[in-house]
């Protein structure tokens, strides 16, 4: 498996220092983001909030962070991030927050520490546009929404 050695900030190092993003096993693609926060922050149902994580980075050139969601908060507290996945480009110096919100029914609350987020770092490909008149054909052409359920209904009528 390819590493890549990426600088770490600690925002606050005068607090309590919480772990740095870590794999939590062997075949993890995530790193788990822990929530520097002082106390508590509870949030209702469909509440969002931005929850710092007290670390900034600098990505190489050429890699970004995506943000994601903790599969196992999302099912059993319905907490997710809303703009999921969130990027960190290599550019970005900030702090890492993250934008959470509540889709479960009960209202939750993060604690300082708690595991609400995964970071996955991943190369970026750069496009450049080659403007045309016509695009080629394709199998699919403008269908959208949907319109592969349609066709294979079509298909297993036949």
């Keep these: 498996m390819e590493e890549i050695s990426i600088q770490i900030k600690r925002v606050?190092?005068?607090?309590a220092p919480l772990a740095l993003p870590d794999y939590m096993t062997e075949g993890s693609a995530g790193?788990?983001?822990?929530?520097?926060?002082?106390?508590e922050v509870r949030l209702a149902p469909l509440e969002r909030a931005l929850i710092p994580t007290?670390?900034?980075?600098a990505l190489p050139m050429g890699f970004?962070?995506?943000?994601?969601?903790?599969?196992?908060?999302?099912l059993k507290q319905g907490l997710t991030m809303v703009n999921s996945p969130g990027t960190?480009?290599?550019?970005y110096r900030g702090e890492i927050q993250l934008i959470a919100i509540n889709?479960?029914?009960e209202p939750l609350v993060i604690e300082r520490g708690q595991r609400i987020a995964q970071m996955v770092v991943q190369r970026v490909v750069r496009a450049q546009w080659q403007e045309v008149s016509e695009?080629?054909?394709?199998?699919?052409q403008e269908g959208?929404?949907?319109?592969?359920?349609?066709?294979r209904e079509v298909r297993t009528k036949e």
């Design 88 to 91: 960190i480009d290599a550019d």
């Design 12 to 15: 606050r190092p005068q607090a």
């Design 103 to 105: 889709l479960g029914q």
């Design 54 to 57: 007290g670390i900034a980075v």
């Design 135 to 140: 695009l080629p054909s394709s199998e699919r």
């Design 144 to 151: 959208g929404f949907g319109h592969t359920d349609a066709a």
């Design 64 to 74: 970004e962070a995506q943000i994601r969601p903790r599969s196992g908060v999302a």
């Design 31 to 39: 790193m788990d983001l822990f929530a520097d926060i002082d106390g």
